[in-house]
């Protein structure tokens, strides 16, 4: 399961400090030096932690105690909520345009889980809130990604926009848009192609089909299993193209849990989804505060 080193850990610290009736400075210095500790191991960036751990000390030294809680139990309650704002606060729902459709593009790098994750989108617009989403394969580079995406819709029984793979992303984008209109799909979920790696060409392609299909919504697909890398790939992503959120996938593995408690405080972009196995319907909401309650048990 994700997260199990890090939640054992940190369970592990606040149980020392659970049931204190008196919590000195030197107890909170304690507890914090193995919060910190913790949440380095688990991949987690450091600044990221430098900043958390300086925000919890600050709060739990000078915090009121309340009556119903023992002091204890208050500073543990203040990393919950810091936990939860580390990971966004709120949940961040995914776009709806003012007029339809409500255009998506689906970036990442390859191997990350785009095209399965455009699928569960998919899948999950019509379900929880009764949309009529047409899925592009746009992904024309590599060979199994349109075959993919078309056995995928054949599954959920929703429709799939393709071309083969000797037209031009711009192009099928453009067509796609104007299908779209025509069979009033309200969601248009646009599945780019990836590369190994964050390069130029990349960028560029993606680049010019934001600039025709001027999407509502830029999610982007980061393997959590990556750790620090699922960050430094977001970061390169957002400077480049502008983000407006993101899907951990892989979060059903034992990853460390370092992408998802870093991601929102580097790039400044929510986590809108979390992706729990392979199969279309393992895609759920992303939840910053039942996920800091999961770690802290
Ligand atoms: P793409 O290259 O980014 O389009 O990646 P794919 O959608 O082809 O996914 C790559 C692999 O990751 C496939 O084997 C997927 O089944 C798997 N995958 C995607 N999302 C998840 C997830 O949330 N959990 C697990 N366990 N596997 C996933």
Do not use: C, W
């Not at 915090?63 to 909520?81: C, H, M, R, W, Y």
């Not at 998919?122 to 989403?133: Q, V």
């Not at 299908?179 to 979920?189: C, F, P, R, S």
């Amino acid at each position: 399961m994700a997260f199990e080193g890090l939640a054992e850990r940190l369970q592990g610290t606040l149980n020392k400090i659970r049931g204190k009736g008196k919590v000195s400075e030197q107890d909170v210095k304690e507890m914090m030096r193995e919060v910190r500790l913790a949440l380095l191991e688990a991949d987690v960036n450091f600044k990221v932690v430098k900043d958390f751990i300086a925000r919890v000390k600050e709060r739990a030294v000078g915090a009121d105690v309340f009556e119903s809680l023992t002091p204890g139990q208050q500073v543990i309650k203040i990393v919950n909520e810091e936990l939860t704002a580390l990971m966004g606060g709120e949940q961040s729902k995914i776009a709806v345009a003012p007029k339809s459709p409500t255009v998506v593009m689906m970036v990442g790098l390859q191997g990350a889980g785009k095209t399965t994750t455009t699928g569960k989108l998919a899948n999950h617009l019509r379900k929880k809130h009764n949309r009529n989403p047409l899925m592009v394969a746009a992904d024309i580079y590599r060979p199994a990604a349109i075959k993919q995406l078309e056995t995928l819709g054949k599954q959920l029984n929703m429709p799939v926009f393709s071309m083969g793979d000797q037209v031009s992303p711009v192009e099928i984008a453009r067509e796609a848009l104007a299908k779209a209109k025509e069979e009033h799909n309200d969601y248009v979920l646009i599945d780019t192609a990836g590369r190994l790696h964050v390069d130029e060409d990349l960028m560029g392609e993606l680049d010019e089909i934001k600039e025709l299909a001027k999407p509502d919504e830029i999610l982007l697909v980061v393997d959590a299993m990556t750790g620090q890398d699922a960050v430094n790939v977001a970061e390169s992503f957002n400077e480049r193209l502008g983000i407006t959120g993101v899907v951990l996938t892989k979060l059903d593995g034992d990853t460390r849990g370092g992408a998802a408690l870093s991601v929102k405080a580097v790039t400044d972009t929510p986590i809108k989804f979390a992706g729990m196995g392979e199969k279309v319907d393992q895609l759920e909401p992303f939840h910053p505060d039942r996920m800091a309650s999961r770690i802290l048990g």
